[in-house]
């Protein structure tokens, strides 16, 4: 049995507040194991298919002014060929999966213990290659705040880049009548992407680059208690960065290099991988419609020796 975050916190073996020595390079990825894809394989039923990353051209111009999307180059031999190149290649571009390499924690380091000098170009440690190497499936639980939020009175405001308290999820969960098991593939529905991509104006996509602003979870100790006690393998959702941003100036985490983020916390001592700008509104609308918020998810990253991040090239199947 795993144990709780408030034990997590009181540890004395290891860093408080860490899962190290738990699971090794892969994190709370290990969580989806064989069980796990069993009965994740048990909730298709219709053999509908979903896709769950958006192209990487979507996000043009970029929210992070170095992450460009890629130049593509077709070049042939003759007429009868074709082979393409890729140049400028940022795999944190548009959805993502991002790995144990992103961020440290700023006083213990990188997640269990892998010295920083581990940390380099061509070194597979913690690389995003230890979830290409075997794959992260399981299931996926459908969370739709959103919807849950709206039929409630008090709709998301993503222009404001709202701060959600997990007792929203834990209110979604309830009202889809679900419960998170251990290894699931968290998929956090707030219709903030969908939104950014098909509802505000530029002007508005303009004050959302300006302000790198995204709705998200908010920056609170009950967050991260929230996303280890219910065992996620992956948490993804369809914000920037699954917490909200930018970060909150009461962060339990204020005055870190990542400017208060939770992020350090997440990926450096939970091992819990991030999951952003995932597309998950037609699933989320396929789950309103026959009240399944349940589905098989394969995720199979770019097998990136050391890569820090990657597309997720995420499948979700009902």
């Known amino acids: 049995m795993l144990p709780t975050y408030a034990e997590l916190l009181a540890r004395t073996d290891g860093p408080p507040a860490s899962s190290w020595g738990l699971f090794g390079e ?5 969580l989806a194991g064989a069980e796990q894809v069993i009965a994740a394989a048990g909730t298709v039923r219709r053999g509908a ?3 769950l990353d958006y192209p990487l ?9 170095r992450r460009t999307p890629p130049v593509q180059t077709i070049v042939s031999n003759h007429a009868d060929h074709r082979d393409d190149r890729i140049d400028n290649f940022w795999p944190q571009v548009s959805s993502q999966l991002d790995g144990l390499r992103h961020f440290r924690h700023g006083e213990h380091g ?3 213990g892998v010295p920083a ?22 299931r996926g639980l459908l969370v739709d705040v959103a919807a849950y939020r709206e039929a409630a009175g008090r709709p998301i405001d993503h222009a404001a880049g709202e701060r959600l308290p997990v007792s929203d999820v834990d209110g979604a969960m309830a009202a889809q009548n679900v419960a998170p098991r251990q290894g699931d593939i968290l998929l956090l529905h707030t219709g903030w992407t969908h939104w ?3 509802d505000p104006t530029e002007k508005s996509r303009q004050d959302v680059r300006a302000g790198i602003r995204s709705t998200g979870l908010a920056q609170r100790n009950e967050t991260l208690e929230w996303l280890w006690d219910n065992h996620f393998s992956i948490a993804g959702s369809d914000t920037l960065a699954l917490e909200a941003l930018p970060a909150a100036a009461d962060s339990p985490t204020a005055g870190n290099l990542a400017g208060g983020m939770l992020h350090p916390n997440i990926l450096g001592l939970l091992g819990l991988p991030i999951g952003e ?10 789950c309103a419609s026959d009240r399944v918020y349940e589905c098989l998810v394969v995720i199979k990253p770019l097998n990136i020796t050391g890569g ?4 997720p090239n995420a499948t979700a199947i009902k």
Not at 57 to 65: K, L, Q, R, S
Not at 117 to 138: C, F, S
Not at 308 to 311: E, H, W
């Open 117 to 138: 000098d581990k940390i380099q170009v061509g070194t597979p440690d913690l690389g995003i290659n230890r979830w290409a190497e075997k794959p992260v499936v399981g």
């Open 277 to 286: 700008l995932w597309r998950l509104h037609e699933l989320a609308e396929d």
């Open 196 to 198: 950014y991509v098909s």
């Open 110 to 112: 990188f997640y269990d």
């Open 26 to 30: 892969r994190g709370t990825a290990e």
């Open 308 to 311: 820090v991040a990657s597309p």
């Open 49 to 51: 298919v979903f896709n």
């Open 57 to 65: 051209d979507t996000f043009d111009p970029p929210f992070f002014a």
